[in-house]
């Protein structure tokens, strides 16, 4: 390939992505390869791969995100993607285009958190991460505090209000407006009890708890964000990242995985007792969060994509996905039940879901994630041959796993033809892998929480 046809292929893929070339310059970078995965552009250096980002926020927000990073790489917090100086020694370049920022690659896969095992390691992961976070003092740059999870609640009670006084105005109800009708009361019940119980828990020490410790949150850590490599867990796509309360990640990571497993209270105490495996759960903590998981939030969000048009769905597809959570509301409602139960809370458990049957199978959660970066595959395992076998909770597994993974030559993982057809080409780098190491679940209780 000549030189000329290098350089514009180059630039149509920095044009695709909205960048300019001439930040490679910044690094002294020599390009070998160049792909844009997951809102990033992997970059095949001689020194290996480097993934460059391009963000559109203030110069004091990307300043907050890099010394988050440093701060969790400097108290031990391992695997976190930190950012590569430039030949001129900044942490990035502020560009007419937008702001720039250099890490290395991490390879590997999403982890699935389809199964028990990985969710279990995602939540110790998490307590690790709470725990290297403490105590972070990156001000200085404006507000970076998220953790009032109340207001969007409060923003949610006034969309909905919006949202009834469309359909009066609709002279034809389809059945997406006639389910929402429908189920609109028990909704609102919903809401209402979560914002009673949370006003009723020790929200106000909590929050003065994140004021004081000011901890780093993640803000986005989902499927996306967890990065499996042979038996190792990375977390990547600190953007989002916060001072705030543990409760936060912690709810989220409940919110956004328990439905996979319909609420299964084995599964939520286990995820919850190998969190304080590692770091503990105070009672005014555990109260929150029981308030927190009260609040419809998945519900919810279907209801908002449809009234505001961010899905591509018909009507038939919201309505049965709406059904679908109203559904996984009751077994919300259930383990919250259980929950407050097994500690010994004070609050009022919930109870207001509709019970709905005659439902297919809930597997479609992905499509209603949110994440800023697309699927990841990177094409370094195969996917032939039979399952690795796995023992016990705490493991990583890759989403295909294989008694032997291929590590695919470059031209293979981008994609490319091989133009040499005489068997000339680089082999495959094969190796065995490990077994899984055995971990021991954490046994249930008794809770004895942090004084």
């Known amino acids: 390939m000549g030189k000329k046809k290098e350089e514009k292929e180059l630039q149509e893929i920095f044009d695709s992505f909205g960048a300019d070339p001439e930040v490679l310059r910044e690094w002294d970078l020599a390009v070998e390869k160049i792909k844009a995965v997951r809102g990033v552009l992997r970059i095949k250096t001689p020194a290996g791969y480097r993934a460059l980002k391009k963000v559109s926020v203030t110069e004091s927000r990307v300043r907050f995100v890099q010394q988050a990073v440093d701060h969790l790489a400097g108290k031990g917090f391992p695997g976190v993607p930190r950012f590569i100086r430039t030949k001129y020694g900044d942490p990035y370049v502020v560009h007419a285009t937008g702001i720039y920022y250099l890490t290395d690659w991490m390879p590997g896969k999403e982890a699935d958190l389809k199964k028990a095992k990985n969710v279990f390691l995602a939540a110790e992961t998490l307590a690790k991460l709470h725990n290297a976070g403490a105590g972070f003092e990156g001000g200085g740059f404006g507000q970076e505090t998220r953790e009032d999870f109340s207001a969007q609640w409060g923003r949610y009670q006034a969309k909905l209000s919006s949202y009834d006084a469309s359909l009066e105005d609709r002279r034809e109800q389809n059945v997406m407006d006639e389910s929402y009708r429908t189920h609109r009361s028990e909704l609102n019940k919903m809401i209402h009890h979560a914002a009673e119980q949370l006003g009723n828990s020790p929200y106000g020490q909590i929050l003065e708890w994140a ?47 328990m439905p996979r497993y319909d609420w299964d209270a084995s599964i939520g105490f286990s995820i919850l007792d190998v969190y304080r495996a590692v770091r503990e759960i105070t009672a005014e903590e555990m109260t929150v969060l029981a308030a927190y998981l009260s609040f419809p939030q998945r519900t919810l969000e279907v209801v908002e994509a449809y009234f505001e048009r961010t899905r591509d769905w018909d009507t038939g597809r919201f309505a049965n996905r709406f059904r679908k959570q109203l559904a996984l509301d009751e077994g919300r409602e259930m383990f919250v039940q259980d929950l407050i139960a097994r500690y010994g809370l004070n609050l009022s458990a919930p109870s207001f879901a509709p019970h709905l049957e005659g439902l297919e199978e809930y597997d479609d959660l992905e499509s209603m994630e949110s994440s800023s970066v697309e699927t990841r595959d990177d094409g370094w395992e195969t996917r032939e041959g039979s399952a690795v076998e796995v023992s016990e909770n705490v493991s990583v597994q890759v989403e295909e796993e294989t008694p032997d993974v291929s590590l695919v030559s470059h031209g293979d993982e981008y994609g490319e033809e091989l133009e040499d057809e005489a068997g000339q080409s680089e082999p495959n780098v094969r190796f065995a892998l490990p077994r899984v190491k055995q971990r021991k679940p954490q046994k249930p209780g008794p809770w004895r929480p942090r004084p």
């Open 211 to 257: 004021r004081e410790n000011k901890t780093i949150c993640h803000g986005s850590f989902s499927r996306q964000n967890l990065i499996v490599d042979k038996e190792r867990l990375a977390v990547v796509d600190f953007d989002h990242c916060h001072y705030g309360h543990p409760v936060h990640d912690l709810g989220a990571l409940l919110t956004r995985y």
